[in-house]
Every structure is written in structure tokens, then in C-alpha cells.
């Protein structure tokens, strides 16, 4: 077996591995190794499955600014996938972040996170909860994803509404006289906290359908369950410890 096991090295300086020819069964085993820069082209890394990261330590790259943040996750991924290991991921955004790169942070969450999410080993119901917050908040580090969530359900919720006024499955619950609204109808369903005044003035009568009441409580659940979360990954209570 060809390649280098560098377990528990030390470089004072700078780590080189470029313009090394490695074979399909070549291997780079860097765990517990402590360095200053690494110095590395793509070209040279091993393949999928042969490249050990595990308590690497080191404080940069010399050719930051020729690898790309998608070549240094692919870097990642060639680690084994199991068992999984959240080290590597957490260095690397340590290393960002103390030289200046933040905007890469929440990219490298994510893959750490959705890494997580394929073996870390949950159940069932870990792994339903894990793609919901995978397509609702981006595991907390895109949360402007709840946003375009809310923006499609509450202009969905205006279609269907105002054809649910046209077709009388909404009555008025007062004599206090409020014109209704369709878009404001969506919006104070959908949102568990802000109120419009238009679920208090208008609600299902007797010809509503099975469907529409069905769609209603699903809009309402929704709504609950896409602010929530929103506010979960805008406060970063829904992320892990970087």
C-alpha cells in the first residue's frame, strides 16, 4: 500500500503535499498531526475513503486563494464516512474564521451537518427531523429558507382564500363590519403571534368544504411550524457549538 501515514507528526512549518502521484488504493493518513500551513493541490489528494483528517491540527493554507471553499469541502469528503467525525469540519471553520473567511462558515455547517444527517447513525425519527430542519432553515445556517417557505404558503393560502370567500366557505362572525381581505386572511392564519383582526371577524361557515378545512388546518400547522423554526436558526439555538 502506497501513500504516507503521518499520525501524530509535527511540522513547524509548512505541510507540502503537491504533484504527488497517488494510486486508487493510495492513502494520507494525517490524524493527530499538528502543522502550521498546508500546502496541497487537488490533484494530489487521495481518492474517496483513503484520506484520515481526524484531529489534524493546522492554522492555514498557503493556496487559500487558489482552492476553492468547494474543492476544501471536497477535501472533506474524501475522509471515510464512517464513523463519522465532526472534528474536521469544526477545525476547518475554526480556521476561517480566524483568518477572515466567516462567509464560509455556515457552508461548511451545513455539510457538516447534512454529513451528520447520512451517518451519524440516528434513527428514523432523527433522520425525518434532521431533512426537516435540511429543508426548512438549511440545519440552521441558511434560515432565510423559512422565509421563501412563508412568502409561497401565505400567497398560497391568498388564492385559495379568496376563492373560499367567492364560494361562501367563510362567514362573518360579528356585526362588526370588516371587508375581507384574502391576503390578510393568510397572513393572520399563518403566523401564531401577529394578528390582523381578520380570523377574529371571519371564520367557516356551514357550506365549507372537507378539503378547505383540511387546507386551513394544515396552513395554520404550517405556519406554526415554519415560524418556530425560523426563529430557532435566525437565533442560532437550532445550530451545534462551532
Known sequence: MTGLIAQEAHVQHRFRWVNVSMS????LNLE????????????SWPSKDR???????????????TISLSQRLEWLARQPSQP????????????????????????????KEETRRKYGGYSIGGRLWKQ??????????FPQIA?????????????????????????QLNDKPLAFSPLSYSLDTFLPIISTGETAAWGQSAK?????????WLHIAFGWMVTTLGVLGFTGLVRRRD
Open 24 to 27: 486508487e488504493r493510495s492513502i
Open 32 to 43: 493527530l498531526a499538528k502543522v502550521d500551513l498546508v500546502v496541497d493541490d487537488p490533484n
Open 51 to 65: 484520506l484520515f483528517l481526524n484531529q489534524f491540527i493546522y492554522n492555514g493554507f498557503y493556496n487559500h486563494k
Open 84 to 111: 463519522y467525525r465532526s472534528q474536521p469540519f469544526e477545525h476547518l471553520v475554526s480556521v476561517m474564521r480566524r483568518n477572515g473567511y466567516e462567509a464560509a462558515v455556515p457552508r461548511i455547517g451545513y455539510r
Open 132 to 141: 426537516v430542519l435540511r429543508f426548512t432553515i438549511g440545519h440552521g445556517y
Open 147 to 171: 422565509l421563501l417557505w412563508a412568502a409561497c404558503v401565505v400567497l398560497i393560502g391568498w388564492v385559495v382564500f379568496d376563492f373560499a370567500y367567492d364560494a361562501k366557505f367563510l362567514t
Open 208 to 216: 365549507a368544504t372537507g378539503i378547505f378545512r383540511f387546507y386551513l
